[in-house]
């Protein structure tokens, strides 16, 4: 009652609407808008009906469109966004199929619309063809998701970074200058692309020596966290998570997304590179003069400082997900909520693919902190990334134990289920057997008893029913049915 009484107004929205999407589900919806195109068509094709006949259609009728109106009404005040609810297309044609039947009764040049009238019939097919339309639809459209921008036709890549320590600090690079830095081998610099699309990579295949290819692959298509070697050159791939809600079926579904971050290590420069706008270069820029990285090369520290900020978004999440693991484990049985399957079942997905992404995000952090020499000169660095490197195995680890953690609440709350199931049945056929004893016995003394040996009364009777039922109910408390 206390958790019930803490929701905020949006989260009790949030459940109504839920409850709503559940109770006037599209299922419900395409199946009342198939029976309504042979209620309003047979009146039409068959004019000889019956009056009961007709009038029952009518009903009918009438029936299926209050249904589709509250549907409306219900959907439109628990959205989110009422506006952007209102102005989507179909739920303008879900107004078009509650408006038609008020023309019915509008009055015409002097009188109403009668059912027998061309206009009536036209409008009455208009609004089956709606309905028919907006059952198929809702039965092709896919799960309403969290908006994702398109990627655009035209560069938006915006070129950041620092040269050296001195003072030729954040600014904006052109191409040029980039490539001319990058070609110096005695320059030590950072640079972060954000913002990269695909009319980019010709670009960045010029300015890194690297094939467009490797781009598509990283950052447009799924991959995984790894490291490459192409001649003086290590590519480091690595991704950054983040929590995201997904709407499916009016109710909020949490969903982590990646984004890939591409890491060109080339002699004392390195290139950060991302599809992402402002999102690397900042936490990076960051850490860049913290105290535990001074005397460190430059591009070491925008190495660290990458991965390190990656860890601190991994960590965040698992704190989220364990601290809901530990509200769901401290949850008594008679409050569980009525969506507690589902609601495990997605936090453990959730924690699935972040084992998944930290599993390769160890291999990367491993294979960083063993080709670090260990010479007394690099001894810093060297401990540093082998420290990132053991955090990241923690961070796996949790998220390993998170994942088991939800699957042993998954079989806990089966098993208790289960157990009350079974608890029901064997009370079910405790009672089976009670109530058999006394039926038996008024069954024969229903039947001929005249001109047996034996005379009984009616006390006797009862004694002897009450006996039978405790001797029944004592064994079946003995073998632990009734505990």
Do not use: C
């Not at 469109?65 to 044609?93: M, T």
């Not at 390190?308 to 601290?323: F, H, M, Q, S, V």
């Amino acid at each position: 009652m206390q958790q019930a009484a803490g929701k905020t107004r949006q989260e009790r929205k949030a459940d109504l609407r839920g409850l709503v999407y559940r109770i006037l589900s599209d299922g419900l919806m395409i199946f009342l808008g198939l029976v309504m195109a042979p209620i309003v068509i047979i009146p039409l094709v068959v004019p000889t009906l019956s009056p009961p006949v007709v009038e029952f259609l009518n009903m009918a009728d009438t029936t299926i469109i209050a249904i589709f109106v509250l549907e409306y009404v219900l959907k439109l005040a628990l959205a989110e966004d009422p506006v952007s609810h209102f102005l989507d297309r179909w739920h303008l044609l879900d107004l078009v199929i509650i408006t038609l039947p008020v023309l019915e009764v509008v009055p015409v040049a002097g009188s109403t619309l009668v059912r027998s009238s061309p206009t009536l019939r036209l409008l009455r097919v208009v609004r089956v063809a709606a309905a028919g339309g907006r059952s198929v639809e809702r039965r092709i459209e896919p799960e309403t998701a969290v908006a994702v921008p398109a990627e655009p036709a035209f560069s938006t890549m915006r070129i950041r970074g620092r040269v050296g320590d001195s003072g030729d600090g954040e600014r904006g690079f052109t191409p040029a200058e980039v490539k001319r830095y990058l070609d110096d081998p005695r320059v030590e610099a950072w640079f972060d692309l954000s913002g990269v699309s695909r009319p980019d990579f010709p670009v960045l295949s010029g300015l890194l020596d690297l094939p467009g290819v490797f781009f598509e692959s990283r950052l447009m298509r799924p991959s995984h966290p790894g490291i490459t070697f192409a001649d003086k050159t290590r590519l480091i791939f690595v991704q950054a998570p983040e929590r995201t809600l997904r709407v499916q079926n009016g109710v909020r579904v949490p969903v982590v997304t990646n984004v890939g971050l591409i890491i060109v290590n080339r002699g004392k420069t390195i290139v950060t590179v991302s599809k992402a706008e402002d999102r690397f270069f900042g936490p990076i820029r960051a850490g860049l003069d913290g105290s535990a990285l001074a005397g460190v090369p430059l591009d070491t520290r925008v190495l660290y400082g990458s991965l390190d900020g990656i860890n601190e978004n991994y960590a965040r999440i698992l704190a989220e997900l364990e601290a809901e693991l530990m509200r769901l484990e401290g949850t008594p049985n008679n409050e569980m909520p009525k969506d507690f399957l589902d609601t495990v079942f997605q936090l453990k997905r959730v924690s699935s693919v972040l084992a998944s992404s930290l599993f390769h995000q160890r291999e990367v952090a491993t294979i960083i902190a063993r080709d670090l020499p260990s010479t007394k000169s690099r001894a810093g660095e060297k401990s540093i990334f082998d420290a990132l490197a053991n955090e990241t195995d923690y961070l796996h680890e949790s998220a390993g134990n998170i994942r088991e953690g939800l699957l042993s609440l998954i079989d806990v709350h089966i098993n208790t289920v289960s157990y009350e199931m079974n608890r029901a049945m064997r009370v079910i056929a405790v009672l089976s057997a009670l109530v058999l004893i006394p039926t038996l016995i008024g069954q024969v003394l229903g039947t001929n008893i005249l001109g047996t040996p034996f005379s009984l009364s009616i006390w006797q009777v009862t004694a002897w029913t009450i006996i039978s039922m405790l001797v029944v109910g004592w064994v079946f408390y003995k073998l632990g049915w009734l505990r």
